[in-house]
């Protein structure tokens, strides 16, 4: 059954690898069944915007139409898709959306697998699992560490990034979540909206190294766990709290152990008994000043992709003329 089918991708000043996207989506284009396939990039704010006469796109013959969000500053990738999922939502000149990143990594050769999995379960998202990645070692401890902590803090898994297929009743839903705007896998697990996972391997960069390095990962981590901010901050009271008891009762022990036997050693009570409430106090105010914070923000305004995405936009170019059918 043909469809309408639109790639979201960031862009930040790599346009020849951008170029090299073009042309292997290009050429899968025939392969999706009679479905039309459309271009939606996201200048992220890069210090070289892309010109029309300035990136050889001939090559291209098959897309039905390459266009490039202009945004007036960077707002790094996660920011960057929501704003393109909100470009696109508001069209509705579509059917299925592909979010992939334009370095190389995500493989377009992935896509037909990808819209093959939600013509299956068109209800669902179908997200690309990493069955195999092609970073260095130090990265993948680092990234399964960084799973670990998610999984810890949130109570949920995440093995997933941002390449993934949706259909466009789920597309126009998760644009109004605010955690949209952090990251969009963690936004997708916390939206509880339906999807399913594939497995993917990644693939390798188009031209020059990895921009993803330790500060970039631990930003990124810290991004999507600030989606579930709330569940974070009551798993850390609890915590909190089961440390403050736990000092309550050694105080309590150590009390009893001076007063109603000869076991205590002379300055030993003193000592533990200051120590242990020192760190009461301290859980106190943690506890009291992380609530206060939290509340804080609960009673501030959310902000929802949808309605400040064009607020970001500066322009649109438009690389290909549109054709018959494009999205």
């Given at each position: 059954?043909?469809?309408?089918?639109?790639?979201?991708?960031?862009?930040?000043?790599?346009?020849?690898?951008?170029?090299?996207?073009?042309i292997e989506l290009d050429a899968i284009a025939p392969k999706l069944g009679g479905s039309t396939l459309s271009v939606l990039a996201v200048d992220d704010g890069s210090e070289r915007s892309v010109e029309p006469d300035r990136l050889d796109v001939t090559p291209?013959?098959?897309?039905?139409?390459?266009?490039?969000?202009?945004?007036?500053?960077?707002?790094?990738?996660?920011?960057?898709?929501?704003?393109?999922?909100?470009?696109?939502?508001?069209?509705?000149?579509?059917?299925?959306?592909?979010?992939?990143?334009?370095?190389?990594?995500?493989?377009?050769?992935?896509?037909?697998?990808?819209?093959?999995?939600?013509?299956?379960?068109?209800?669902?998202?179908?997200?690309?699992?990493?069955?195999?990645?092609?970073?260095?070692?130090?990265?993948?401890?680092?990234?399964?560490?960084?799973?670990?902590?998610?999984?810890?803090?949130?109570?949920?898994?995440?093995?997933?990034?941002?390449?993934?297929?949706?259909?466009?009743?789920?597309?126009?839903?998760?644009?109004y979540r605010p955690e949209l705007w952090n990251n969009l896998a963690a936004g997708l697990t916390r939206s509880r909206l339906p999807f399913r996972s594939i497995p993917t391997d990644r693939g390798f960069r188009y031209e020059g190294a990895s921009k993803m390095n330790l500060t970039s990962l631990v930003i990124h981590g810290l991004s999507a766990v600030s989606v579930y901010t709330d569940v974070v901050f009551v798993r850390v009271l609890l915590f909190s709290l089961a440390v403050a008891g736990a000092a309550l009762v050694g105080i309590a022990a150590v009390v009893a152990i001076r007063v109603a036997t000869d076991l205590a050693i002379p300055g030993w009570a003193s000592t533990v008994v200051g120590m242990l409430s020192i760190l009461l106090v301290q859980v106190l105010i943690f506890s009291s000043g992380a609530t206060f914070l939290l509340l804080a923000n609960r009673s501030g305004p959310s902000v929802i992709p949808a309605r400040v995405a064009a607020d970001y936009v500066k322009g649109v170019a438009q690389l290909l003329p549109r054709r018959t059918g494009g999205a």
């Open positions: 059954m043909s469809s309408r089918v639109v790639v979201v991708t960031p862009v930040y000043n790599d346009w020849e690898s951008f170029r090299r996207l073009l291209v013959r098959q897309l039905a139409s390459v266009e490039v969000v202009r945004l007036i500053c960077n707002l790094g990738h996660q920011r960057a898709i929501a704003i393109g999922l909100a470009t696109v939502a508001a069209r509705a000149r579509y059917d299925a959306v592909v979010v992939m990143d334009s370095d190389g990594e995500d493989r377009p050769d992935d896509v037909p697998r990808l819209l093959a999995a939600l013509q299956g379960e068109p209800g669902r998202a179908v997200m690309a699992r990493r069955a195999r990645r092609s970073e260095g070692l130090l990265f993948r401890w680092l990234y399964t560490l960084y799973k670990l902590v998610f999984r810890v803090l949130t109570g949920q898994r995440i093995s997933f990034g941002n390449f993934s297929a949706f259909p466009s009743a789920l597309i126009e839903q998760l644009v």
